[in-house]
C-alpha cells in the first residue's frame, strides 16, 4: 500500500488518542450523547482526543437503498457522495454533543484533513494524510470530529473507503498523526473466539496478533474491517478493541507477537485454533463443460477482475472430452455483476451453461498453531459431518480451513467447531 502519511513531530507530555465509533455507537441519540461523554472523559484526563466516526447504524444501507429507488446501474462517483453524507451527519451532531458537555470541538470531512485516495470509488485506497489541521485544532485544546469511510481523491471527488472503512480512516489518522493508542469501540467489549451474538460460549482473546487477526478479518469476523489490519501491520499500529457501553479492559492487536508471547497466550503446546470466523457474503458459481484449451482459464478470470469482482475459492474438475467445469465463489453482494458477466462472456468462451448458488457462508477455523499441527482438517470435516453439514467447497491455508456451506447451517456449522476445538476453555 503506498501510503505516504505526512506527519508532524512535536514534543507533548500528554497522550494522543485516536477513538473510533462505528456505527453501533452511533445509533442514536443517546448513543451519540454517550460517545461524547467517552471523548470528553478522555480529554478530560488531559489527552488529546481525535475520534472518527461512522454513520448512525442502518444509515449507509438506507442510503444505497434510495439510491437504487432511482437508479438500476447508479455510478459510483455519485454513490460515494450520496454515502458520504452519512458521515457528514454524524460528526456534525458528535461535535454539537461534545460542546453541549462544555469542550470545545470541531468537525472534519475527509477532504479537510486531507484523506487523499486513488479514484477506486466504493474501495478507494489511502494515499497519504495531513495531519497539520488535525494538530492545529489539537493545539487549541479542541476535541477533533473526523468523518470516517470517506477520502478525496486528486480531482477534488468524494471516495469511499469501503463497508466498514471508517476503522481503516481510523488507524490511518492514528499513524498520521502518531497517536499514543488507537482504540476501536463497537458494541462488544473485544475479539472474540467466534462471533459472541452468533455462539454465547465464545471466550474473549486478551491478545492477537495481527496477522491472525487479518485472516480472521477476512474471513469475516466484522468487529475489525480487514484493511484496517493490514494497514495496522505495515504501520505498527497497536489496536485496542473495547465496548463504547462499559469501561473495561479490551482486546489488543498487537502488530508483532514474538512466538514465546503468543505460545504463552496459547498455553505453549497448546491451542492450535484460535477462533472460528464465518462469511455469511457467499455465493458460488459453476460454469459447465469449458474448452479445455491453454488460457481457458483466464479467460474466464480475466474479465472478473477487471470488473473489480473478488474471486475466492477455485475448484477446476479433471477434464472429460476436452471440457471441463469449474467452480468458484464470490461475495454475494457481487453475484449478479458476475452472472451478467458470464451471459456476456459465453459465446466468446463457448462454455455449456452456468449456475449460481447466493445461500451459501464460509466457515473458517484459524490459528497460527495450525501450520505445525497434522489433523485440524480431518476434525473440521468430522465436526461438520458429525452435526449433519454437507461440506460444498473446502480452501486451506496454513492458518485457515475454509468450507463452504448451506447458509442456513451457517451458525450451527460456528457453534460445533467451537465446541471441536474446545474454544470457551482458557
Ligand atoms: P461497528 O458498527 O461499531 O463498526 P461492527 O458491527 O462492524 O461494529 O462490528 C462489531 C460486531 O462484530 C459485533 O456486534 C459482532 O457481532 C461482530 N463480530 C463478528 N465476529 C466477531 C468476533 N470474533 N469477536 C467480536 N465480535 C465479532
Ligand atoms: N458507514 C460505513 C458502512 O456502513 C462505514 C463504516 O461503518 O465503517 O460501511
Ligand atoms: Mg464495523
Given at each position: 500500500?503506498?501510503?505516504?502519511?505526512?506527519?508532524?513531530?512535536?514534543?507533548?507530555?500528554?497522550?494522543?488518542?485516536?477513538?473510533?465509533?462505528?456505527?453501533?455507537?452511533?445509533?442514536?441519540?443517546?448513543?451519540?450523547?454517550?460517545?461524547?461523554?467517552?471523548?470528553?472523559?478522555?480529554?478530560?484526563?488531559?489527552?488529546?482526543?481525535?475520534?472518527?466516526?461512522?454513520?448512525?447504524?442502518?444509515?449507509?444501507?438506507?442510503?444505497?437503498?434510495?439510491?437504487?429507488?432511482?437508479?438500476?446501474?447508479?455510478a459510483?462517483?455519485?454513490?460515494?457522495?450520496?454515502?458520504?453524507?452519512?458521515?457528514?451527519?454524524?460528526?456534525?451532531?458528535?461535535?454539537?454533543?461534545?460542546?453541549?458537555?462544555?469542550?470545545?470541538?470541531?468537525?472534519f470531512?475527509?477532504?479537510?484533513?486531507?484523506?487523499?485516495?486513488?479514484?477506486?470509488?466504493?474501495?478507494?485506497?489511502?494515499r497519504?494524510?495531513?495531519a497539520?489541521?488535525?494538530?492545529?485544532?489539537?493545539?487549541?485544546?479542541?476535541?477533533?470530529?473526523?468523518?470516517?469511510?470517506?477520502?478525496v481523491?486528486?480531482?477534488?471527488?468524494?471516495?469511499?473507503?469501503?463497508?466498514?472503512?471508517?476503522?481503516?480512516?481510523a488507524?490511518?489518522?492514528?499513524?498520521?498523526?502518531?497517536?499514543?493508542?488507537?482504540?476501536?469501540?463497537?458494541?462488544?467489549?473485544?475479539?472474540?473466539?467466534?462471533?459472541?451474538?452468533?455462539?454465547?460460549?465464545?471466550?474473549?482473546?486478551?491478545?492477537?496478533?495481527?496477522?491472525?487477526?487479518?485472516e480472521?478479518?477476512?474471513?469475516?469476523?466484522?468487529?475489525?474491517?480487514?484493511?484496517?489490519?493490514?494497514?495496522?501491520?505495515?504501520?505498527?499500529?497497536?489496536?485496542?478493541?473495547?465496548?463504547?457501553?462499559?469501561?473495561?479492559?479490551?482486546?489488543?492487536?498487537?502488530?508483532?507477537?514474538?512466538?514465546?508471547?503468543?505460545?504463552?497466550?496459547?498455553?505453549?503446546?497448546?491451542?492450535?485454533?484460535?477462533?472460528?470466523?464465518?462469511?455469511?457474503?457467499?455465493?458460488?458459481?459453476?460454469?459447465?463443460?469449458?474448452?479445455?484449451?491453454?488460457?481457458?482459464?483466464?479467460?474466464?478470470?480475466?474479465?472478473?477482475?477487471?470488473?473489480?469482482?473478488?474471486?475466492?475459492?477455485?475448484?477446476?474438475?479433471?477434464?472429460?472430452?476436452?471440457?471441463?467445469?469449474v467452480?468458484?465463489?464470490?461475495?454475494?453482494?457481487?453475484?449478479?455483476?458476475?452472472?451478467?458477466?458470464?451471459?456476456?462472456?459465453?459465446?466468446?468462451?463457448?462454455?455449456?451453461?452456468?449456475?449460481?448458488?447466493?445461500?451459501?457462508?464460509?466457515?473458517?477455523?484459524?490459528?497460527?498453531?495450525?501450520?505445525?499441527?497434522?489433523?485440524?482438517?480431518?476434525?473440521?470435516?468430522?465436526?461438520?459431518?458429525?452435526?449433519?453439514?454437507?461440506?460444498?467447497l473446502?480452501?486451506?491455508?496454513?492458518?485457515?480451513?475454509?468450507c463452504?456451506?448451506?447458509?442456513?447451517?451457517?451458525?450451527?456449522?460456528?457453534r460445533?467447531?467451537?465446541d471441536?476445538?474446545?474454544?470457551?476453555?482458557?
Amino acid at each position: 500500500m503506498p501510503a505516504t502519511l505526512q506527519t508532524t513531530s512535536h514534543a507533548r507530555t500528554q497522550k494522543l488518542i485516536v477513538q473510533k465509533f462505528g456505527g453501533s455507537s452511533m445509533g442514536t441519540i443517546e448513543r451519540i450523547q454517550n460517545v461524547a461523554r467517552r471523548a470528553v472523559k478522555t480529554a478530560a484526563e488531559g489527552h488529546q482526543v481525535v475520534v472518527v466516526v461512522s454513520a448512525m447504524q442502518g444509515e449507509t444501507d438506507r442510503l444505497l437503498k434510495l439510491a437504487s429507488g432511482v437508479s438500476t446501474r447508479p455510478a459510483d462517483r455519485e454513490i460515494d457522495v450520496l454515502l458520504a453524507t452519512g458521515e457528514q451527519v454524524s460528526i456534525a451532531l458528535l461535535a454539537l454533543a461534545i460542546c453541549e458537555l462544555g469542550y470545545k470541538a470541531r468537525s472534519f470531512l475527509g477532504h479537510q484533513v486531507e484523506i487523499r485516495t486513488d479514484s477506486t470509488h466504493g474501495s478507494a485506497r489511502i494515499r497519504s494524510i495531513k495531519a497539520d489541521p488535525v494538530h492545529e485544532c489539537l493545539r487549541k485544546g479542541e476535541i477533533v470530529v473526523i468523518a470516517g469511510f470517506q477520502g478525496v481523491d486528486q480531482h477534488g471527488n468524494i471516495t469511499t473507503l469501503g463497508r466498514g472503512g471508517s476503522d481503516l480512516s481510523a488507524v490511518a489518522m492514528a499513524a498520521a498523526l502518531k497517536a499514543d493508542s488507537c482504540e476501536i469501540y463497537s458494541d462488544v467489549d473485544g475479539i472474540y473466539t467466534t462471533d459472541p451474538n452468533v455462539y454465547n460460549k465464545a471466550r474473549k482473546i486478551p491478545r492477537i496478533g495481527s496477522e491472525e487477526m487479518l485472516e480472521l478479518a477476512s474471513l469475516g469476523a466484522k468487529v475489525l474491517q480487514t484493511r484496517s489490519v493490514e494497514f495496522a501491520l505495515k504501520y505498527n499500529v497497536t489496536l485496542h478493541c473495547r465496548s463504547s457501553f462499559s469501561d473495561g479492559e479490551g482486546s489488543w492487536v498487537v502488530p508483532e507477537m514474538s512466538g514465546l508471547e503468543d505460545a504463552e497466550m496459547k498455553g505453549l503446546e497448546g491451542a492450535v485454533v484460535t477462533a472460528v470466523s464465518c462469511d455469511k457474503n457467499t455465493a458460488k458459481l459453476t460454469v459447465v463443460g469449458i474448452p479445455d484449451t491453454p488460457g481457458a482459464a483466464a479467460r474466464l478470470f480475466a474479465p472478473m477482475a477487471d470488473a473489480g469482482i473478488n474471486i475466492d475459492v477455485i475448484i477446476q474438475n479433471p477434464p472429460q472430452e476436452g471440457r471441463t467445469d469449474v467452480t468458484f465463489t464470490v461475495p454475494r453482494n457481487v453475484a449478479d455483476r458476475a452472472v451478467q458477466l458470464l451471459e456476456s462472456l459465453q459465446p466468446a468462451l463457448g462454455f455449456h451453461s452456468f449456475s449460481v448458488d447466493k445461500s451459501l457462508a464460509k466457515v473458517s477455523v484459524v490459528g497460527a498453531g495450525m501450520v505445525s499441527q497434522p489433523g485440524v482438517a480431518q476434525r473440521t470435516f468430522a465436526a461438520l459431518g458429525d452435526a449433519g453439514i454437507s461440506i460444498l467447497l473446502i480452501s486451506t491455508s496454513e492458518i485457515k480451513i475454509s468450507c463452504v456451506v448451506e447458509d442456513r447451517f451457517a451458525d450451527l456449522a460456528v457453534r460445533v467447531l467451537h465446541d471441536k476445538f474446545e474454544l470457551e476453555k482458557t
